[in-house]
C-alpha cells in the first residue's frame, strides 16, 4: 500500500488561520496608507487650483480683500454652495462667504472679502468634502493666502503665497505631515 504525502485538514485550518491573522493586521495600515496618500493628493491638487487662481488675480490687477470674489467667480467647481444651502454642501454662514465642491470631493469653504485693508484671506479645506469627521487636523486644514508684501503671522512675506493657518497649530500639523 502506497502512502500518499497530503496536508490534514488540521494543518490546513491552521495555516489559513495564520494567513487570516497575517491579513487582519496589515490590511488596516494598507488601507490608511493609501487614504493618506489620497488625501495628499487631493490637498496638493486643490492648493494648485486655488494657487493658480491667486496668481491670475494677481495679474490681472486683484486688489486687497477681492480674493474671495475673485476665486469664487473664476473657479472651475463641481459644485457652488449658496448661503443658506443644504444637501451635503457647506453652506457659507454669512452673506459674504462663499464654498465650493471641487472634482476631486475636496470643500473650499470660508472664503470671504475680508476687507480692502486686509493682507491675506483665510479660507478652510476640507480633503473629503463633507463626509466626516470634518474637524481641524484630521481631514480639514485652515489655509491662509498672503495677497502683498505686508502679509503678516506666515513667517513669508511673499505674495501670492498660500500656507496653512500658523493660527491654527492643528492645521500646520496636519498640512506638514502631509508634505514630508
Given at each position: 500500500?502506497?502512502?500518499?504525502?497530503?496536508?490534514?485538514?488540521?494543518?490546513?485550518?491552521?495555516?489559513?488561520?495564520?494567513?487570516?491573522?497575517?491579513?487582519?493586521?496589515?490590511?488596516?495600515?494598507i488601507?490608511?496608507?493609501?487614504?493618506?496618500?489620497?488625501?495628499?493628493?487631493?490637498?496638493?491638487?486643490?492648493?494648485n487650483?486655488?494657487?493658480?487662481?491667486?496668481?491670475?488675480g494677481?495679474?490681472?490687477?486683484?486688489?486687497?480683500?477681492?480674493?474671495?470674489?475673485?476665486?469664487?467667480?473664476?473657479?472651475?467647481?463641481?459644485?457652488?454652495?449658496p448661503?443658506g444651502?443644504?444637501?451635503?454642501?457647506?453652506?457659507?454662514?454669512?452673506?459674504?462667504?462663499?464654498?465650493?465642491d471641487l472634482?476631486?470631493?475636496?470643500?473650499?469653504?470660508?472664503?470671504?472679502?475680508?476687507?480692502?485693508?486686509?493682507t491675506?484671506?483665510?479660507?478652510?479645506?476640507?480633503?473629503?468634502?463633507?463626509?466626516?469627521?470634518?474637524?481641524?487636523?484630521?481631514?480639514?486644514?485652515?489655509?491662509?493666502?498672503c495677497?502683498?508684501?505686508?502679509?503678516?503671522?506666515?513667517?513669508?512675506?511673499?505674495?501670492?503665497?498660500?500656507?496653512?493657518?500658523?493660527?491654527?497649530?492643528?492645521?500646520?500639523?496636519?498640512?506638514?505631515?502631509?508634505?514630508?
Amino acid at each position: 500500500m502506497k502512502k500518499l504525502n497530503a496536508f490534514t485538514l488540521s494543518e490546513l485550518l491552521v495555516s489559513l488561520s495564520v494567513l487570516g491573522l497575517i491579513a487582519a493586521l496589515t490590511l488596516p495600515s494598507i488601507f490608511n496608507s493609501v487614504n493618506s496618500g489620497r488625501d495628499k493628493a487631493v490637498v496638493k491638487e486643490t492648493i494648485n487650483t486655488l494657487q493658480v487662481l491667486l496668481n491670475q488675480g494677481q495679474m490681472e490687477g486683484m486688489t486687497r480683500g477681492s480674493l474671495g470674489d475673485y476665486v469664487l467667480n473664476n473657479v472651475s467647481a463641481a459644485r457652488m454652495c449658496p448661503v443658506g444651502s443644504t444637501g451635503g454642501c457647506y453652506a457659507p454662514i454669512e452673506p459674504t462667504q462663499g464654498a465650493f465642491d471641487l472634482q476631486n470631493n475636496a470643500s473650499v469653504f470660508g472664503i470671504e472679502r475680508v476687507s480692502t485693508s486686509a493682507t491675506s484671506d483665510v479660507f478652510y479645506l476640507d480633503v473629503n468634502g463633507i463626509g466626516g469627521p470634518n474637524t481641524i487636523g484630521t481631514d480639514r486644514i485652515q489655509m491662509i493666502a498672503c495677497l502683498d508684501t505686508g502679509c503678516t503671522g506666515t513667517g513669508r512675506a511673499i505674495p501670492g503665497y498660500m500656507q496653512a493657518d500658523p493660527a491654527s497649530a492643528a492645521s500646520v500639523t496636519r498640512y506638514n505631515a502631509m508634505f514630508q
